[in-house]
């Protein structure tokens, strides 16, 4: 009996290290160690950047920052749950030409779920997407940046791409002032770079601080010669040709 309660305690401590080992991406010395299998920036050497934003779609602030944008092409990392309340905002910001990525059903923490309630929120998040916007998702970025072990097995399976990034502005934060998100994202702003930023969510006033900040961070971008393109964008093959 004992040898057996030991094998069951080895048994479940290993499930559970491949459950939530892979959390350990969230610090940016596992990120690198781990770009192999995700997703944290290009190396095409092309001269252009990806602007990602999590959390929404929010009814106020996602068409404004569609605005703002204007022509100029982003990847939005929507929730699930936004997505279904708000599917005209999803249509609108496709039909702009922005890509609708996944940023799973809710904004729980991986570290905290399960894997029956991990793939069956992933599944309901990218189908609502691909329901919503015509066009499944093709990258994922769990909430927070940390994954379990079912996520990390999923996302793949279900056609999604690991994604993290190379550089955010800590932007949900209520301490964080425009100026701060401007030069935070402008210093990481290299060719390839995907760039982190909140259009939802944080704390009160912190998506429109980030709102504030796109003009100074478009001109910032074109001062160096960077031009922002969708992740799908910013993947592609060297050969793509550069409008």
């Not at 950047?49 to 068409?63: E, H, I, R, S």
Request: with cysteine.
């Amino acid at each position: 009996m004992r040898v057996r309660t030991r094998v069951a305690i080895i048994g479940g401590l290993g499930v559970c290290a491949g459950q939530f080992a892979p959390a350990a991406t969230f610090f940016p010395p596992v990120r690198r160690l781990a770009e192999p299998w995700v997703l944290c920036r290009a190396h095409t050497g092309r001269p252009e950047v990806a602007l990602t934003f999590d959390d929404g779609p929010d009814p106020d602030m996602a068409p404004r920052f569609l605005d703002m944008l204007g022509r100029t092409p982003a990847t939005f990392f929507w929730l699930g749950w936004r997505v279904r309340a708000h599917r005209e905002i999803v249509r609108a910001a496709a039909a702009k030409g922005h890509e609708i990525a996944c940023h799973g059903d809710d904004h729980r923490s991986l570290a905290r779920l399960g894997p029956r309630t991990t793939r069956a929120g992933l599944e309901r998040a990218r189908d609502s997407i691909a329901d919503a916007a015509g066009r499944a998702p093709a990258f994922y970025r769990p909430a927070y940046g940390v994954w379990n072990g079912t996520a990390w097995t999923m996302a793949p399976r279900l056609g999604m791409q690991r994604t993290l990034w190379c550089k955010w502005a800590w932007d949900w934060r209520a301490n964080i002032t425009t100026a701060h998100i401007v030069d935070s994202v402008l210093q990481g702003a290299t060719p390839g770079a995907i760039l982190l930023l909140h259009d939802a969510e944080g704390a009160p006033g912190a998506p429109e601080r980030t709102l504030a900040a796109l003009p100074e961070i478009l001109d910032g971008l074109r001062d160096r010669g960077l031009r922002p393109v969708t992740l799908s964008q910013l993947i592609a093959p060297s050969a793509r040709a550069i409008a």
